[in-house]
């Protein structure tokens, strides 16, 4: 399922080279991976199209792609949703009863104003040049784009034929993909593919939740048919219908964080992390300058002094590096990051770099009124590539790109989260021996000091996280993507719609 390092393929001669389609859910964490890969096939050559959230605007036109507004209902603004919840008492409830509101909200709700943007996107690309065709590269949950393989017609001035030349999906989360060998994602279940565990696996899929996802498998089914589908999923939510309706499923990240299941469909490849440095250099992604905060000289030096010879006596005094991050989605610092400055305010020999996540933020912006220990340093937002690289333990609530950033830069890691697939996450962190899963979203300081010192103390966390990296280094994510696109102008005979030709 994973190709070796591939050699970029040229786009091949000619005027009619098609335009790349981007389509992504609109939280930050999904956005992120997909504007990096707009911007390397930006500089490959390709001529890009983003239709996204107006409030990431600005980093989508950065990548050197063209910004094309998602409107109404589909115009989310993840920091605006999380700050005012969609309905009263949502920060008391359950992380599960959350995330079924949040995929109701975020991805069924607005699916037919997303399909409607989505071919009036089309229309504007068709305007453009007549003479070339499009190849869609959707980001999995992104409802939107669903019913054009389930029937539903577009406009008679734009002819699929004429216009789509293919499609391909990106995964930036664990593949929510039904497996026999998986329970449905969240439950808290270990890896079992023996045939007690199938048979546990498939009861909790035909029973637990299809009972749980009853109202949201119903409710796509009536999205796509306001869209125009002539037909329905007509599967269990969550299986992997808006993954597998496209040709070749491109998954981030890298086969030693994933279970080993024994049915990946047909077109499944990983392809690697867009996370950590480019290929043949040292400089992050998106960080060709040093940051400008006044502490960063100390976290450099305190790094320059692993070089300095065994014997050297300054040697003695580099102190330990963690850091720490809430994430862009729960981000109530009281959660993980005051536990962390805590835990370690009485250690001289620690330093401990937080990070807020949102530009201009600080404590007292999320009424915050603590004494920042003098072993600490704030930053309202920083790449976490150009932090890890400094790092010797990584603190978050385990969204995927955060794991795949601790992977890229080979930082073993400790991680407190819950929701949407920071549960399954949090459980691979610990299956796949590149760290510590606290099992909580909110963690005493106590419970991170220990978990801390734990993968400090134990070699074997370190050593497996190099691991994947060096699994990670092996696949050039941005130039997979790139030949499986040059793929498809030479080989894809186009859309297909699912059993309309059946």
């Known amino acids: 399922m994973t190709d070796p390092d591939p050699d970029p393929i040229p786009i091949p001669n000619g005027t009619h080279h098609p335009f790349v389609l981007i389509v992504c859910h609109s939280l930050t964490g999904h956005l992120s991976p997909l504007i990096r890969i707009a911007s ?27 910004f094309l507004p998602l409107r109404d209902d589909a115009n989310l603004d993840d920091k605006a949703y999380y700050e005012n919840p969609p309905q009263p008492g949502y920060a008391a409830l359950h992380w599960a009863e959350r995330v079924l509101i949040d995929l109701r909200k975020q991805c069924l709700d607005p699916l037919p104003t997303q399909w409607s943007c989505f071919v009036d996107v089309l229309r504007v690309l068709r305007a453009r040049d007549p003479e070339r065709k499009v190849i869609l590269l959707a980001e999995a949950f992104f409802y ?74 119903a409710l796509l089914d009536t999205k796509l048919r306001e869209a125009g589908a002539r037909r329905t999923v007509n599967e269990i939510f969550l299986s992997g219908a808006n993954y597998m309706c496209h040709d070749t499923i491109l998954q981030l990240g890298v086969p030693g964080f994933e279970y080993p299941r024994s049915d990946w469909p047909r077109g499944f490849k990983f392809v690697g992390l ?44 580099q102190k330990k590096v963690v850091v720490v991050a809430q994430g862009t989605v729960e981000i109530n610092p009281y959660d993980l990051i005051v ?131 060096k699994q990670s280094q092996e696949i050039d994510c941005f130039g997979t993507v790139h030949n499986e696109l040059v793929r498809i102008m030479k080989t894809c005979p186009g859309i297909r719609q699912q059993g309309l030709n059946s």
Not at 445 to 466: I, M, T
């Open 339 to 469: 536990p962390t400055l805590h835990a370690f305010a009485d250690r001289s020999d620690v330093l401990v770099v937080a990070i807020l996540g949102w530009k201009n933020a600080s404590l007292s912006s999320y009424g915050i009124d603590i004494e920042v220990p003098p072993n600490a340093r704030i930053a309202d937002y920083l790449s976490y590539d150009a932090a890890l690289e400094h790092a010797d333990v990584w603190v978050h609530n385990a969204g995927f790109g955060a794991v795949n950033h601790g992977i890229a830069n080979g930082v073993p890691m400790v991680v407190a989260g819950e929701g949407m697939d920071k549960t399954e996450n949090s459980q691979r962190v610990a299956w796949s021996g590149i760290g510590v899963d606290l099992g909580c979203a909110k963690p005493s300081a106590q419970h991170v000091r220990k978990g801390v010192e734990r993968v400090l103390e134990d070699e074997r966390f370190a050593k497996r996280v190099q691991e994947l990296q």
């Open 144 to 217: 939107g784009t669903l019913p054009l393989f389930y029937g539903a017609p577009l406009p008679d001035d734009l002819k699929l034929e004429e216009i789509l030349l293919g499609s391909l999906c990106v995964s930036v989360t664990i593949p929510a993909i039904r497996s026999i060998d998986l329970p449905p994602a969240g439950y808290p279940f270990p890896f079992d593919s023996s045939p007690d565990g199938r048979a546990r696996n498939a009861k909790l899929w035909e029973r637990s939740w299809k009972r749980k996802a009853s109202d949201l498998t």
């Open 40 to 66: 390397a096939l930006h500089a490959r050559g390709w001529e890009t199209f983003f239709l996204g959230p107006t409030a990431h605007r600005q980093g989508i036109e950065a990548a050197g792609a063209v």
């Open 274 to 317: 867009v996370q950590g440095p480019r290929p043949n250099t040292k400089t992050p992604i998106g960080n060709s300058k040093a940051p400008s905060f006044p502490w960063w000289p100390e976290l450099t030096s305190n790094t320059a002094l692993s070089t300095l010879p065994p014997s050297d006596p300054s040697r003695a005094g």
